[in-house]
């Protein structure tokens, strides 16, 4: 584990461009809150825009980023999108609506902006594709929350055919895959309590936060899907888990993860690298076969 350079701020969320070249980053509080730009391997850091966003995501393309902000003049927060260089103004990507949607991925195919839903009626929390057409639009359930179920935290498998996601139905949050855009399998990835889940980019595992530790499970999908055993990959209790809108880390192309690590000391927060662990999950998944 080694700093990644960015130095001791009140970091709040962290997303990786899709080569892993580039983070975006929130960094401050409230209304004082901004995303920035840097490098991943760390050094100066770019302003992008104000108000943040406490979760983004990044277009397949790398050229656009997504997030929820509360914009000048409105009363409520909103999907939307600026493009990944300084200059930009944030797009708004839903209907004039109050509502409490949060953004968690980009869909592989450049599409729609994959959302944890909140229906302004029954409060429910379930999982939505917002078309990215240009014009504002209306979230489409997929996976609908119930009055006892909470549905949130999406991620789309890269190939787009897996969804990921938390859902609080045996009375905690757990991590669950499902096929996709037909739900004809489904199966539980966590063991004891997981949140927050997000796909290797090579789509044969997901990563998740339990506690304070970040966990990886394999995934088969052939002859039927299947769920390994999780496994600890990093357990600190000083990583930022964050709220259910945080996004506290992320996983580059080469396996390394970056996260926002909480310095107990000085009461601020820095952003670390996890290097080589993707290696021993690979010989650990070797070794399972022999």
Same mark, same amino acid.
């Given at each position: 584990?080694?700093?990644?350079?960015?130095?001791?701020?009140?970091?709040?969320?962290?997303?990786?461009?899709?080569?892993?070249?580039?983070?975006?980053?929130?960094?401050?509080?409230?209304?004082?809150?901004?995303?920035?730009?840097?490098?991943?391997?760390?050094?100066?850091?770019?302003?992008?825009?104000?108000?943040?966003?406490?979760?983004?995501?990044?277009?397949?393309?790398? $050229?656009?980023?997504?997030?929820?902000?509360?914009?000048?003049?409105?009363?409520?927060?909103?999907?939307?999108?600026?493009?990944?260089?300084?200059?930009?103004?944030? $797009?708004?990507?839903?209907?004039?609506?109050?509502?409490?949607?949060?953004?968690?991925?980009?869909?592989?195919?450049?599409?729609?902006?994959?959302?944890?839903?909140?229906?302004?009626?029954?409060?429910?929390?379930?999982?939505?594709?917002?078309?990215?057409?240009?014009?504002?639009?209306?979230?489409?359930?997929?996976?609908?929350?119930?009055?006892?179920?909470?549905?949130?935290?999406?991620?789309?498998?890269?190939?787009?055919?897996?969804?990921?996601?938390?859902?609080?139905?045996?009375?905690?949050?757990?991590?669950?895959?499902?096929?996709?855009?037909?739900?004809?399998?489904?199966?539980?990835?966590?063991?004891?309590?997981?949140?927050?889940?997000?796909?290797? $980019?090579?789509?044969?595992?997901?990563?998740?936060?339990?506690?304070?530790?970040?966990?990886?499970?394999?995934?088969?999908?052939?002859?039927?899907?299947?769920?390994?055993?999780?496994?600890?990959?990093?357990?600190?209790?000083?990583?930022?888990?964050?709220?259910?809108?945080?996004?506290?880390?992320?996983?580059?192309?080469?396996?390394?993860?970056?996260?926002?690590?909480?310095?107990?000391?000085?009461?601020?927060?820095?952003?670390?690298?996890?290097?080589?662990?993707?290696?021993?999950?690979?010989?650990?998944?070797?070794?399972?076969? $022999?």
């Amino acid at each position: 584990m080694s700093d990644a350079g960015f130095g001791q701020r009140e970091f709040g969320a962290v997303s990786l461009s899709p080569d892993g070249r580039r983070a975006a980053i929130t960094i401050g509080d409230g209304p004082d809150a901004a995303l920035y730009l840097a490098d991943a391997g760390g050094g100066p850091l770019t302003m992008l825009a104000k108000p943040a966003s406490w979760a983004t995501a990044w277009s397949p393309d790398g $050229k656009w980023i997504a997030g929820v902000v509360l914009l000048p003049n409105q009363a409520y927060s909103t999907p939307a999108r600026i493009a990944a260089e300084p200059g930009g103004t944030w $797009k708004p990507q839903r209907a004039g609506e109050s509502n409490d949607d949060i953004v968690a991925q980009w869909a592989p195919d450049g599409r729609a902006l994959l959302v944890s839903h909140r229906d302004s009626q029954t409060g429910r929390r379930s999982v939505a594709m917002l078309a990215i057409d240009g014009t504002p639009a209306k979230a489409s359930v997929i996976v609908e929350g119930a009055e006892n179920r909470l549905v949130q935290l999406p991620s789309l498998s890269p190939d787009g055919r897996w969804l990921a996601y938390e859902s609080n139905e045996t009375g905690r949050a757990e991590v669950y895959v499902q096929s996709y855009p037909s739900p004809t399998a489904r199966v539980q990835v966590s063991r004891d309590g997981g949140s927050r889940p997000m796909w290797t $980019k090579r789509g044969d595992a997901l990563y998740f936060v339990a506690g304070s530790a970040i966990m990886s499970n394999t995934l088969t999908t052939h002859p039927e899907l299947r769920a390994g055993v999780p496994r600890v990959m990093v357990n600190d209790p000083l990583l930022v888990p964050g709220g259910a809108a945080n996004k506290p880390f992320d996983v580059a192309p080469d396996g390394r993860l970056l996260a926002i690590k909480e310095d107990a000391s000085v009461r601020s927060d820095h952003i670390v690298v996890v290097q080589n662990w993707l290696s021993d999950v690979r010989a650990r998944k070797a070794e399972d076969r $022999k």
